[in-house]
């Protein structure tokens, strides 16, 4: 119910009257995550055709798409984002730190400022000649699995932790199996690609490794876009859910004049039209109406949070991902 109210919550601002700022910019730069260009490309368009009716106003979205820690670090030394679409909480936390961003930017938004969702799935090659069902595959000897690398993408991050929450539950709760889990499992990788677009050229163009690991709405697109190659999805039992995270970056729209059209711009995301084109790219959404007309290309599986099985981001980073953690203990002679 709350998700309910919240998205009328925000169909109402977006259906609200809005006067268009007299010295506004003509455009607006998203800096987005690495495999998002496509997805925004269709977003943007719609958006400022209604954004045109409602205003009067002409504005062009710009975009700009790499992995999303650099893309903050980008935007801490300069780059002039007025949106943010990220694919991790911890990339946009460390602008609200810097105060790039508002301290409490998930209040700005509904769900705290995620509009859409997806987690960690695979793409097999025709046939699934591996016969890959599961994160247990991934650490058979004959089973080459190709993800990017968890130093430098958000993406492997998620596919990393979905991989150790697995082996927690087959053990468990076991660390040290789990830690031994994922140890076999990323040295099962023939190459770390910086972000996730590099590893899809991997596996599709390159044709390395036996199967992608990547965001399911990805792993969909993959499919759709190279039919010919007959690749195979499977979803495994159990994942971790990936939130997609929005913010205006308040420091670059204030001095633009762009807090209006970067307000509206990201709370189209959760309109019916905006959800609409987020569930026909292979997201999952929260629109109910939306939900209702794409559930038949979502299967269901067991979805776990950051939150429940690592204590959140900031424990999760502390554990996992700062210098001498679990990831440096298990990522060896790579």
């Known amino acids: 119910m709350k998700k309910i109210v919240s998205l009328a919550t925000a169909a109402l601002l977006f259906a609200a009257p809005v006067m268009a700022q007299d010295k506004a910019p003509a455009e607006i730069l998203n800096v987005s995550y690495d495999i998002g260009r496509e997805l925004f490309a269709q977003v943007n368009p719609v958006f400022a055709a209604e954004w045109k009716a409602r205003t009067g106003q002409g504005i062009e979205i710009k975009q700009s798409h790499a992995g999303t820690s650099r893309q903050a670090r980008s ?27 508002a301290k409490d930017w998930q209040k700005k938004f509904p769900n705290n400022a995620s509009p859409y969702y997806s987690l960690p799935a695979f793409l097999v090659r025709k046939g699934n000649p591996k016969n890959v069902k599961d994160w247990s595959d991934l650490v058979r000897a004959d089973v080459k699995s190709v993800f990017p690398n968890p130093k430098t993408s ?28 994922v140890k076999k499992m990323l040295a099962n990788v023939p190459v770390f690609d910086t972000g996730g677009r590099g590893s899809t050229t ?3 163009e390159r044709e390395i490794g036996d199967v992608l690991i990547t965001f399911e709405a990805e792993t969909n697109g993959i ?3 190279y039919g010919d190659k007959g690749f195979d999805l499977v979803t495994p039992s159990l994942s971790v859910l990936a939130e ?40 999952r959404v929260h629109h109910p109406k939306v939900q209702d007309r794409y ?16 204590g959140g981001w900031e424990k999760a980073t502390k554990d996992h991902f700062a210098e001498g953690g679990i990831l440096d203990q298990v990522f060896v002679n790579r």
Do not use: C, H, W
């Open 154 to 181: 958000g993406n492997a991050r998620y596919t990393y932790l979905a991989a150790y929450a697995f082996a927690l539950e087959q053990n468990k709760g076991d660390q040290a199996k789990a830690k031994d889990f």
């Open 223 to 225: 499919r759709r876009e």
């Open 244 to 283: 997609f995270p929005v913010a205006v970056v308040d420091r670059v729209a204030t001095k633009r004049g762009s807090q209006q059209v970067a307000q509206a711009y990201l709370t189209f995301l959760y309109s019916e039209a905006g959800q609409d084109i987020l569930a026909k790219n292979f997201n």
């Open 75 to 101: 935007i801490m030394e300069g780059l002039q984002a007025d949106v943010v679409t990220f694919n991790q909480f911890t990339d946009v936390q460390v602008l609200a730190d810097k105060n790039f961003v």
């Open 295 to 310: 559930k038949a290309q979502f299967p269901s599986l067991k979805l776990v949070t950051v939150e429940d099985v690592f």
């Open 202 to 204: 991997t596996f599709v």
